[in-house]
């Protein structure tokens, strides 16, 4: 595998495992909310409402914090790279000792190293000086649009579960049936994530279904109390 490919699988990784945070999020947040909701009164039409409500603002924050965060780390990658690029035009020899004084600190002999860096140089010193110094694939830059759309389908995805489970069942079962199907999900959510990072997956659901229960269990408490007054 080269080392362009290795970039390629990691970064399709992390969008994956971003993913599936996008949509743990929406699972969570709608469910509090709907499930607090539900807590205040039994109008499906108002329950429905706040569902949809929270769906809409969730994804788009998510999809506008998103392209913030990436834009902002693109921005910032641009113009480490156009730095370089200077420094390499203005200072060959000396960015040439640079990549070697690196190389050699990962292991390589001198000699090595030294060789490394000439042929690197060689091929594509901007590309070379982007991976071994700055960690940054130059063809792979992170595109904001493409980050604000998955944050937005997959906060979306997951919203779409709570509200359909306290909406479609019966006043008397509605509560029961959202807890129920929200759990099962954030126990495929934390399994699906812990996989993806190499993390335990007991650990990852536990912590998952906690949150997720502790949530729901407040907003129907604090829907309960203003309900009632």
């Known amino acids: 595998m080269t080392q362009t490919q290795s970039a390629t699988i990691s970064t399709r990784l992390n969008w994956l495992r971003a993913g599936v945070l996008g949509a743990n999020d929406g699972i969570i947040s709608t469910a509090g909310l709907v499930v607090g909701v539900a807590g205040a009164t039994t109008s499906r039409t108002a329950i ?13 924050s998510m999809a506008a914090g998103e392209y913030v965060s990436v834009s902002s780390q693109r921005d910032s990658e ?4 156009d730095l370089e690029r200077r420094e390499l035009a203005e200072e060959p020899e000396a960015e040439l000792d640079e990549l070697t004084e690196m190389l050699a600190a990962r292991g390589l ?12 140089t060689e091929r594509d010193a901007l ?24 944050s937005l389908v997959a906060f979306t995805v997951g919203a779409v579960l709570p509200l359909l489970a306290i909406v479609l069942p019966g006043a008397s079962v509605r509560v029961p049936v959202t807890v129920v199907g929200v759990l099962g999900a954030l126990t495929l959510c934390g399994v699906v994530s812990a996989r993806l990072g190499g993390a ?17 269990a407040v907003t129907y408490a604090v829907g309960t109390w203003l309900g009632a007054g």
């Open 109 to 120: 002999s001198r000699a090595v190293a030294r060789e490394a860096a000439e042929q690197l």
């Open 48 to 60: 429905l409402t706040a569902g949809v409500a929270g769906l809409l603002a969730g994804s788009l």
């Open 127 to 150: 590309r070379a000086h982007a991976r071994v110094e700055l960690g940054i694939e130059p063809d792979e830059l992170a595109n904001p649009w493409h980050a604000a759309f998955a």
């Open 200 to 216: 335990p997956v007991p650990r990852a659901v536990l912590r998952n279904v906690l949150g997720g229960a502790l949530a729901m």
């Open 78 to 81: 641009r113009a480490a790279l």
